[in-house]
């Protein structure tokens, strides 16, 4: 079945570091790829996504490439900020029509220190 | 336009006890997914609601049921509850079936079974 692997967390950055948090899947097909963001307190929220092979999702500075030979979608940034402080979900996409659903990877919290 | 919304934000039950968890998808939206969310944890595919139907399911007991009215708002219904049960239960909805469906979350049921 479909399985996405995350890094462990959790992870603690200063503001402006350099941010890369893995994500690797397991599946057949062609599943589309999400990034989830969850901050305190609230539900999630979709960060970024992508559909295909090669295709990048971007949203807030935020970066991932769908990397179907290494079955990888790892999220970046080149600059956090303390409201960057959330913890992140990866997330495949299943849809054959009728039955839908997302697989998540554990989640990774991420700190940034000022 | 009103996003998803849950009810109650937090129960407190005890074991054996039933539950019923509510949720308003948002407007336009007939595509209903339930999850569970351990501490700690990603969130686990519970099943779907399209149309009144549910149309998939992940590994969760029958003691887990659910509904979908013809307004689209759906209850997620959990007999003989376990402490195991303790979690965040998220509701997810969707416009529609297909790859490129954003699915958009409430801000979760937090259940503690005692």
């Known amino acids: 079945g479909d399985s996405v692997t995350q890094m462990e967390g959790p992870v603690t950055l200063s503001e402006e570091a350099f941010l890369t948090i893995n994500c690797t899947y397991t599946?057949?097909?062609?599943?589309?790829l999400f990034w989830y963001v969850q901050y305190p307190g609230e539900g999630l929220q979709l960060l970024l996504k992508?559909?295909?092979?090669?295709d990048k999702g971007s949203n807030k500075g935020f970066e991932a490439t769908y990397r179907k030979e290494t079955t990888s979608f790892h999220l970046e940034k080149g600059s956090v900020q303390v409201s960057d402080s959330a913890v992140y979900f990866c997330?495949?996409?299943?849809?054959?029509?009728?039955?839908?659903?997302?697989?998540f990877g554990t989640g990774t919290r991420l700190t940034i220190i000022p | 336009e009103t996003g998803v919304t849950q009810s109650p934000t937090h129960l407190i039950k005890t074991r054996g006890q039933q539950v019923t968890l509510r949720c308003s998808s948002q407007?336009?939206?007939?595509?209903v997914s339930w999850y569970q969310q351990a501490l700690g944890q990603g969130p686990q595919f519970i099943f779907q609601?399209?149309?009144?139907?549910?149309?998939g399911r992940g590994n969760f007991p029958p003691r887990f049921s659910g509904l979908q009215f013809p307004n689209y708002s759906s209850e997620l219904n959990v007999n003989a509850l376990e402490l195991d049960d303790s979690a965040l239960y998220l509701c997810?909805?969707?416009?529609?079936?297909?790859?490129?469906?954003?699915?958009?979350f409430g801000q979760g049921t937090r259940l503690t079974v005692v």
């Open positions: 997810a909805s969707s416009p529609g079936q297909g790859k490129n469906t954003e699915a958009f």
């Open positions: 599946a057949t097909g062609y599943p589309s």
């Open positions: 992508a559909t295909k092979a090669d």
């Open positions: 997330a495949l996409h299943r849809s054959n029509f009728g039955n839908e659903k997302l697989t």
């Open positions: 407007s336009g939206h007939n595509t």
């Open positions: 609601y399209y149309r009144e139907e549910e149309n």
